[in-house]
C-alpha cells in the first residue's frame, strides 16, 4: 500500500527528499505522516498531515528543518529533510490512517516498508 523511496546517506548540513507512493485507497482520503526509529530507541512521530494538507504537525526536533507535504493527484506524499544533523539518522516509514488522531497515535492503518537516513558528521 505504502513504497517508499529516496533514502541514503548525506553529510551533516545536506537535504533528503523521502517519497512515500501510495495506492489510490490510500492516498487522498488518509492522513499520513512519517516516524523514525533508531535501535534501542522509541519510534518517533516526526510528521503528519491530514488529508487536505493544512496545518502539518511538526515533532520539536525537526521544526523549521523538514517540511511534509502531499500531492494527491499522485498519490504521494514527501518529507524534505534540509539541515540534516547526525542525530537524525534513523529508519524512516511512512504510515497512513483514516483519522489524523491514529497517524498521532501510532496506530496508523498502514505501514511502508522504511527507509534508512544516515547523516554522517
Known amino acids: 500500500q505504502l513504497v517508499e523511496s529516496g533514502g541514503g546517506l548525506v553529510q551533516a548540513g545536506g537535504s533528503l527528499r523521502l517519497s512515500c507512493a501510495a495506492s489510490?485507497?490510500?492516498?487522498?482520503?488518509?492522513?499520513m505522516g512519517w516516524f523514525r526509529q533508531t535501535p534501542g530507541k522509541e519510534r518517533e512521530l516526526v510528521a503528519a498531515?491530514?488529508?487536505?494538507?493544512?496545518?502539518?504537525y511538526y515533532a520539536e526536533s525537526v521544526k523549521g528543518r523538514f517540511t511534509i507535504s502531499r500531492d494527491n493527484a499522485k498519490n504521494t506524499v514527501y518529507l524534505q529533510m534540509n539541515g540534516l544533523k547526525p542525530e537524525d539518522t534513523a529508519v524512516y516509514y511512512c504510515t497512513a490512517a483514516t483519522g489524523l488522531g491514529k497517524v498521532l497515535g501510532g496506530a496508523a492503518d498502514y505501514w511502508g516498508q522504511g527507509s534508512q537516513v544516515t547523516v554522517s558528521s
Open positions: 498531515v491530514t488529508r487536505s494538507g493544512p496545518s502539518p
Open positions: 489510490r485507497r490510500t492516498s487522498s482520503t488518509y492522513a
